[in-house]
């Protein structure tokens, strides 16, 4: 019986002359483009300076600034309405104000005082552009000190400081992004799909006609779950394919873990798509339900911004999130080639969230009304 | 005219009837905002910190001290040998190992001691600012703690910098995201609503019907908008009540600039919709075009959340050609600048062009599928 039904579903599947190209295209869409757009980095802060001073150390501060590769000169002026100006049409991201008599109370007094403003509408832009600047203002300075006192002899107590980057070394955003990029794309096709399968045959009538047959419950949801079940598989090597050959990125463990994780992972998500299924009386109602979901479990995941930085009862609710668990997984195995016994918690979280969901689509699908 | 309002109504009943969709509807855009506002955030704070501190000296420990007061991090576990470093990471969600030199606070006087930062770079953003707050905190550790130096002179010179972060001095992430995600729920109930409910009329053969009767089938087709628009106008409202008593994201410029844009913003999503309804033949169809060819540039290429000029430059072409790249520069010029119309006056202009051409496209491409 079961052989039969799901032929059906992959018969209806294929007469549709939309959804096996959206199979391919999606992921191809979706890892071709959003790692190079989906990228925290700030750089190429658009810098305005104002110079009242013009002088050899001024000039030689600003030289250095514009030649650090963070900044890009969009503006030298004299008048600071300008300058403000330039920030309000964001020409400009910040403004570097050196006052007259910099180099000489620098020179005579040992101490001249430079201001920053930056535009802060985007906090975290704002708050790193000027720590990048302060960063490079306090470096100068170091240098004319050390100009100054290279007659010094002895050794200065210090301690050097060395930042490492471990598992992704040149900080290559794609390698973050990509492979938890993959979980949304199961999340989407996965979830979505069989979210709109059952009530798509309710709204046409078709289910009608399964439901006067002997088909039991359970064998039903079980013929709508295995065709996601294997989209989900194609879908995922896939997504490998493409890591591969456009990011050379390959997992550092085993593929058999992620496909074993994954496995767990599409049951539950299809699953849950079926539960919502059950509920939705039109395609219509189905879908905002699902999209709704899903735009929270995404952001409560951890795809865009770690968990540990939200709010404390935004990660207690991320427990209850499954995309957390899978994209943990996809970064762990890809980058740090965990094992599965570093794994076990996740393994946990998600085949409890299988269970739980496809007994509750199993026990709210009636066969009658 | 009647007949017009008639069917505004029975489009009314459609959406009302369906308690649920109405529900999400209304819940999304404050939804959304919450998790805008509260749950994302791209400031990196509790970074789980693993020590291999072998020579545990007085300097080495107060800097573990310092680090683990600090809200940026939280200190998870001492490490008793530098091959623990791959399982910590290997296992858990350890951000950064901070791992000291040997005979560290007697190797200072010699130049030679290190501190190793050693972040997990898996994600680049949170790598970049944990290493660099803990280079600071150390810094600051170390220049309490030891002499300035026994051969410096009090010659070493200082510039005193003084820094000002205009327009929002607290830093709040949600004066970022909160006219993005007025961009997109406008989006996402005015384009993608519209597109589906017409092309559900479609599927279910009920457009046939309604054709048939007496009113121009231009007229059908808006009645079915009015609703969404309707709907948009109250989510809009609804968004900036919350913006503005919830998270306290100011609207600082001008109401009427800000209402001006929004309701065209709302034009060109609408026209937007029904451009895709009339290229969709089913719901699932419509849902998908929606969904990919809008939804997703939308989220991802209109700056929302993503900073544009960090795109490749055709990434960043492409982006000029989304309205709601647009619809959020110029809320954000009005709310958090507090700037008037003549600061979105191009803004205006474009958000005006592509309502037109879009609407003009779609009523005419509507025409020729109604043969």
Redesign the interface.
């Known amino acids: 019986m079961l052989k039969y039904l799901i032929e059906k579903e992959f018969k209806q599947l294929r007469r549709?002359s939309?959804?096996p190209r959206?199979i391919i295209m999606?992921p191809l869409?979706?890892l071709l483009?959003?790692p190079?757009?989906?990228?925290?980095?700030?750089?190429?802060i658009n810098l305005e300076i104002i110079d009242h001073d013009h002088s050899r150390l001024s000039g030689q501060l600003i030289q250095k600034v514009s030649s650090s590769g963070y900044f890009i000169l969009s503006g030298m002026t004299e008048n600071y309405d300008v300058a403000m100006k330039s920030?309000?049409?964001?020409r400009s991201d910040a403004l570097l104000v050196i006052p007259s008599g910099f180099e000489r109370k620098?020179?005579r007094e040992?101490?001249?005082?430079?201001?920053?403003?930056?535009?802060?509408?985007?906090?975290?832009?704002?708050?790193?552009g000027?720590?990048y600047l302060?960063a490079i203002?306090?470096d100068?300075?170091a240098e004319?000190?050390s100009l100054?006192?290279n007659s010094?002899?002895?050794?200065?107590?210090?301690?050097?400081?060395?930042?490492?980057?471990?598992?992704?070394?040149y900080?290559?955003?794609p390698?973050?992004m990509v492979p938890a990029l993959m979980v949304m794309l199961l999340t989407m096709i996965c979830g979505f799909l069989p979210a709109?399968n059952i009530v798509?045959e309710k709204?046409k009538g078709t289910l009608e006609q399964i439901n006067v047959t002997p088909v039991k419950r359970f064998t039903l949801i079980l013929s709508k779950l295995i065709p996601y079940w294997i989209i989900g598989f194609v879908v995922l090597t896939l997504c490998f394919i493409i890591a591969r050959v456009v990011y050379s990125l390959s997992p550092a463990g085993s593929l058999l873990t992620i496909y074993v994780f994954a496995s767990v992972f599409i049951l539950g998500i299809s699953g849950f798509g079926l539960v919502i299924s059950n509920y939705?009386?039109?395609?219509?109602?189905a879908?905002?339900?699902m999209?709704?979901f899903i735009?929270?479990f995404i952001?409560?995941s951890g795809l865009?911004?770690?968990v540990?930085?939200?709010?404390q009862?935004?990660q207690y609710?991320s427990l209850f999130v499954p995309l957390r668990y899978m994209i943990?997984v996809l970064?762990?195995v890809y980058?740090?080639?965990?094992?599965f016994s570093?794994l076990l918690i996740q393994l946990l979280a998600l085949s409890g969230f299988a269970l739980f969901f496809n007994a509750w689509a199993i026990l709210s699908y009636r066969k009658s009304e | 005219m009647k007949q017009f309002i008639a069917f505004i109504k029975k489009e009314f009943h459609h959406i009302f009837r369906?308690t649920?969709?109405m529900i999400?509807?209304l819940?999304?855009p404050v939804?959304?905002l919450i998790?805008?506002g509260?749950?994302?955030?791209?400031?990196?704070?509790?970074?789980?910190v693993a020590i291999y501190d072998p020579s545990k000296d007085s300097l080495s420990e107060e800097i573990v001290r310092r680090l683990e007061s600090s809200e940026y991090f939280t200190l998870s576990k001492i490490l008793d040998s530098p091959f623990q470093i791959e399982e910590e990471?290997?296992?858990g969600?350890t951000?950064l190992i901070v791992l000291f030199s040997d005979n560290f606070y007697s190797s200072?006087?010699?130049?030679e001691?290190?501190?190793?930062?050693?972040?997990?770079?898996?994600?680049?953003?949170?790598?970049?600012?944990a290493?660099?707050y803990a280079?600071a905190i150390?810094?600051r550790v170390?220049s309490d703690r030891?002499?300035a130096?026994?051969?410096?002179?009090a010659?070493?010179?200082?510039?005193?910098?003084?820094?000002?972060?205009?327009?929002?001095?607290?830093?709040?992430?949600s004066?970022?995201f909160v006219p993005g995600v007025m961009g997109m729920v406008i989006m996402?109930i005015c384009a993608m609503?519209t597109s589906?409910?017409i092309a559900?009329e479609k599927e279910?053969g009920t457009m046939e019907i309604l054709l048939v009767s007496p009113m121009k089938p231009l007229l059908i087709i808006l009645s079915k908008a009015v609703p969404y628009f309707v709907l948009s106008c109250i989510n809009l409202l609804t968004i900036l009540l919350f913006a503005v008593f919830l998270l306290e994201v100011p609207i600082a410029g001008s109401m009427a600039a800000l209402l001006t844009v929004s309701l065209i913003y709302i034009f060109v999503s609408l026209s937007i919709g029904l451009l895709i309804s009339s290229v969709a033949s089913?719901?699932?169809?419509a849902?998908?075009l929606s969904g990919?060819a809008l939804m997703?540039p939308a989220m991802?290429?209109s700056g929302m959340?993503?900073?544009i000029?960090?795109?490749?430059l055709a990434?960043q072409w492409f982006a000029q050609i989304i309205p709601a790249k647009w619809y959020i520069?110029a809320a954000?010029?009005i709310m958090?600048?507090g700037?008037g119309f003549s600061?979105i006056l191009r803004e205006l202009a474009v958000l005006s062009v592509m309502a037109l051409v879009l609407i003009t496209v779609s009523l005419k491409r509507f025409k020729l599928r109604l043969e």
């Open positions: 549709n939309f959804l959206m999606f869409m979706i483009f959003i190079l757009a989906a990228n925290f980095e700030v750089k190429n920030i309000e049409m964001d620098l020179l040992h101490s001249a005082d430079v201001n920053i403003s930056a535009n802060a509408v985007n906090g975290t832009k704002g708050a790193l000027t720590s302060s203002i306090l100068f300075t004319l000190n100054g006192n010094g002899t002895g050794i200065i107590p210090s301690v050097e400081i060395l930042p490492r980057y471990r598992f992704n070394p900080l290559r955003y390698v973050f709109l798509g709204e939705g009386k039109t395609l219509q109602q879908m905002f339900m999209f709704f735009i929270t952001f409560l865009y911004t770690p540990s930085s939200m709010e009862w935004a609710f943990e970064r762990q980058l740090k080639g965990s094992q570093d | 369906d649920w969709t999400i509807l819940i999304l939804l959304m998790l805008f509260y749950a994302l955030s791209t400031e990196v704070k509790n970074v789980r990471f290997r296992r969600d951000g200072i006087l010699r130049g001691a290190q501190i190793q930062l050693m972040a997990d770079g898996s994600d680049p953003n949170s790598a970049v600012t290493t660099n280079s150390i810094a170390l030891l002499p130096g026994q051969n410096s002179t010659t070493s010179s200082r510039i005193n910098i003084t820094t000002n972060l205009i327009y929002n001095p607290e830093m709040k992430s004066y970022n996402l609503m589906i409910s559900r279910s089913s719901q699932v169809m849902l998908l990919m997703m991802y290429l959340m993503f900073p000029e960090n795109m490749p990434l520069v954000k010029n958090i600048k700037l600061s």
